[in-house]
């Protein structure tokens, strides 16, 4: 028993992301990331399957429950069952990733470079990157939180200084005044 606790606390623990390694982190998983998606255009290789290939790079340092619980809102948060709270965060996920698969076409060569890294507070770094495209260019802020654990954790993104968890707390806050949790989640389903 004593061995599976140990091995247990190994695992969990592969993954820690520093604070002194968030910029190299994210420079070398975004370049594997356009190295992805090129060879994905080159050999025709399907959104579900380059999508796939990414998620598995990003997954461990986005909090999606944390995203979840954000863009609902702590009020409406609060009101939820540990059910609801569950099922709504991985209905949220599943829509966040399909949102995201579907701009996969979007992808025409463009660079993506890390340009540094901005301390907004104690516990609060905005990683700040652009895509460089040929006649534009578009700034993402990928905002990381520090849990309690001491690791580092993204819990938003702004691209072109729009928050996604911002668009859609409002959009849930509208859809919430018209109709129930339960219709919400129905909603979900059908949307990814």
Not at 63 to 76: F, P, T
């Amino acid at each position: 028993m004593r061995y599976l606790i140990i091995s247990l606390f190994i695992v969990a623990n592969l993954f820690a992301l520093q604070e002194n390694q968030i910029k190299s982190y994210m420079d070398e998983n975004i370049n594997l990331v356009v190295n992805i998606l090129q060879k994905g255009k080159e050999n025709n290789i399907s959104k579900e399957v380059l999508s796939q290939k990414i998620f598995k790079i990003f997954d461990p340092v986005f909090n999606y429950k944390l995203m979840a619980r954000l863009s609902l809102g702590g009020k409406v948060w609060r009101t939820l069952t540990q059910k609801q709270k569950d099922e709504f965060t991985k209905k949220f996920t599943k829509r966040l990733k399909a949102s995201y698969r579907s701009k996969l076409d979007m992808y025409n060569g463009q660079k993506i470079t890390v340009e540094g890294i901005q301390k907004v507070k104690k516990n609060r770094i905005h990683l700040l990157s652009e895509i460089k495209g040929k006649k534009q260019k578009y700034n993402i802020v990928y905002k990381f939180y520090k849990a309690k654990n001491n690791q580092w954790f993204i819990y938003d993104v702004s691209v072109l200084g729009v928050s996604i968890i911002q668009t859609y707390r409002s959009q849930f806050s509208d859809e919430l005044k018209k109709m129930s949790f339960d219709e919400l989640l129905k909603k979900l389903d059908k949307q990814v």
